[in-house]
């Protein structure tokens, strides 16, 4: 892969590599990379630093199992620091936080976390939980469930009771994003099809 990083800017021959969760875009830590780590990164799809604690390369996760995979990186305006987005295994510091500055790595995007808790309740044990029960009834009951509320959100409409509207908006929405984690999808996905019409 031909990309152009000054390696050679410092005497070391180390650049900064900032790594970024690619979903919840929390910075989750800093490290350097040579050109042998850089490479390595590419190929294994898996965040690779040079320690120079260490002097060697070193895998992040090699030791804890929490590694950080690789999704995309850019490169700085003058070429001498790297920004990889990747997705996290588990915590990424090693004293067990989720980051490295000791925030906890989910999206301060309300609608990502509640994504984020749909699928913890969807993989759970917890019978119960609303949302597991949902999910092992099948997709047919939570389509089901989409149209009760969507319905109801309607007949709320008619009225001018804000609280009782709200709330069925509230609900519809919340089903909504059950039924696209039923599917495979998510937010995401959709607000990408949306961003695509808009360019037209």
Not at 64 to 81: Q, Y
């Amino acid at each position: 892969m031909n990309v152009n990083i000054d390696f050679s800017k410092y005497a070391d021959g180390l650049v900064p590599a900032i790594i970024q969760d690619v979903d919840t875009k929390k910075l989750l830590m800093m490290g350097f990379m040579n050109q042998e780590a850089f490479d390595q990164t590419m190929s294994s799809e898996k965040i690779t630093f040079f320690s120079r604690s260490k002097q060697r390369i070193w895998v992040k996760g090699e030791e804890s199992g929490n590694f950080l995979h690789l999704k995309s990186f850019a490169v700085d305006c003058d070429h001498d620091t790297l920004l990889f987005k990747a997705k996290p295994d588990g915590p990424t510091c090693h004293t067990g936080a989720d980051t490295c500055w000791g925030e906890v790595n989910h999206s301060d995007d309300f609608l990502q976390h509640l994504e984020a808790i749909i699928e913890l309740r969807k993989n759970s044990s917890d019978e119960s939980s609303y949302v597991h029960s949902l999910f092992k009834k099948g997709i047919n009951k939570i389509a089901q469930k989409v149209g009760e509320e969507a319905v109801e959100l309607v007949i709320e409409s008619k009225d001018n009771q804000s609280e009782l509207f709200l709330n069925e908006a509230a609900d519809l929405l919340f089903h909504y994003l059950i039924l696209l984690k039923a599917k495979g999808y998510s937010l995401n996905d959709v607000r990408a099809i949306l961003q695509q019409r808009h360019k037209k």
